[in-house]
């Protein structure tokens, strides 16, 4: 249990946010967890463009919004208008961190680049993200996840064995390349404290998903392996995948070693296996996949999914079944770390949000106001930070610079 004298690490920061979609709100929410003062730059009218991605949508809002932009003040303020422009540039100015995921060169269309920005304010750190990179002969290419997954090579080994190439089920290198960002943010804020200046800070879909190539990657780089779709199973370990079982359900077992092998064949009465020359050690059970894997993949048909998971429970034995969402948000393990939780919306009600999933031990990481509702903010920070009245701000919304 936290002391109430404990503070989140980055309270006190303030982030000027005109990303939009997943992976800058993605950043910058982890920020906000973390204390950060996010202001969310919207379209008035249309918002971010997931607030319109539905269904599933609780009344008017969209569920996909509500995952990404907890913890976070919304401004809504039109940044194709002049006026809109010096607002906007006046925030920035006040800000420790811009981040933005315009197409490259969007923002410094408006006013609002990095080279006149730091010109005035010499600390601010400022963090794009685009598809492709900031220079190179696709750096002004529109770019999503699933393009990326596929130009970078992540569908060419993610799929069913004999199957199309597939994405993977949520938006993975936009998350990645969101908490690349925000790593990056923490290490510039850092290095701030030394020199006293900020940067700029470019990422992109592309280079993050290279990077999260990982072993396959180095595979062919260094021994010209071709990388190949296997499903749920590994290249190099065997036995290390989903099984299906007799209710049509699957079960995983991940043995990595041959202790954990040999804990598997023994608790599914197939100890006799350890004796085969042709299973003992992991390249043997390599070159003898195919064999081995209708062995054991036949055991497992022979039982429903509840029997192995009751069989297979050995905190030894890296394995599990695959669960279902509503299986997945209810185990006890999910239930302990208090992963789910409820949050008061100001219009909705309650709505449920997935904490922050890392724990300090001296500082705050948590949710501690929902999902904003598109300008909600707008009046409190543009009064606070810049002092408009309360006459100009009616002005301004009646201009349609701003909504509130």
């Not at 315009?102 to 730091?118: A, C, D, I, W």
């Not at 804990?263 to 020359?277: F, G, P, R, S, Y």
């Amino acid at each position: 249990m936290l002391s109430k004298s404990v503070s989140s690490p980055l309270s006190g920061i303030r982030i000027a946010d005109f990303t939009r979609i997943l992976a800058g709100p993605y950043a910058t929410q982890i920020l906000g967890d973390l204390g950060a003062e996010v202001w969310k730059i919207e379209r008035p009218g249309t918002g971010d463009d997931v607030r319109n991605w539905v269904p599933p949508q609780i009344n008017d809002q969209s569920c996909y919004y509500l995952c990404l932009n907890r913890n976070k003040k919304s401004l809504a303020i039109d940044l194709q208008h002049p006026d809109g422009q010096k607002i906007a540039r006046a925030l920035a100015l006040k800000s420790d961190v811009l981040m933005e995921n315009f197409k490259t060169g969007g923002l410094k269309k408006l006013g609002l680049g990095y080279e006149e920005l730091s010109k005035e304010n010499e600390r601010l750190i400022y963090c794009s993200i685009t598809g492709w990179g900031a220079t190179g002969p696709f750096a002004k290419h529109a770019g999503y996840d699933v393009i990326a997954e596929a130009v970078g090579g992540f569908m060419a080994v993610t799929g069913p064995k004999d199957g199309e190439p597939c994405k993977a089920g949520v938006a993975v290198t936009d998350m990645m390349t969101g908490l690349y960002a925000h790593g990056a943010i923490l290490a510039a804020l850092l290095q701030r404290i030394q020199t006293g200046k900020g940067q700029k800070i470019d990422c992109n879909l592309l280079s993050t998903q290279i990077t999260a190539l990982m072993n396959i990657g180095s595979n062919y780089l260094n021994a010209g392996l071709e990388g190949r779709r296997w499903g749920t199973e590994h290249e190099s370990i065997i036995p290390y995948q989903a099984f299906a079982t007799k209710d049509g359900r699957h079960y995983v077992v991940g043995a990595g070693n041959d202790a954990a092998f040999a804990k598997l064949v023994k608790l599914m009465d197939l100890e006799h296996l350890t004796e085969n020359e042709k299973f003992q050690g992991n390249a043997s059970r390599v070159k003898n996949r195919e064999e081995l894997l209708q062995i054991i993949q036949e055991r497992f048909l022979e039982e429903e999914l509840k029997y192995w998971e009751r069989c297979l429970d050995d905190p030894g034995l890296p394995s599990g079944p695959v669960n279902t969402l509503a299986e997945a948000y209810n185990h006890p393990q999910v239930e302990h770390l208090g992963l789910v939780q409820k949050v008061e919306h100001p219009q909705y009600g309650q709505v449920t949000l997935t904490a922050p999933p890392v724990e300090f031990s001296e500082a705050e990481n948590r949710i501690r106001s929902a999902p904003p509702l598109l300008g909600e903010h707008t009046k409190e920070v543009l009064q606070r930070e810049l002092g408009f009245s309360d006459a100009k701000l009616d002005q301004l919304k009646h201009d349609r610079v701003i909504d509130f």
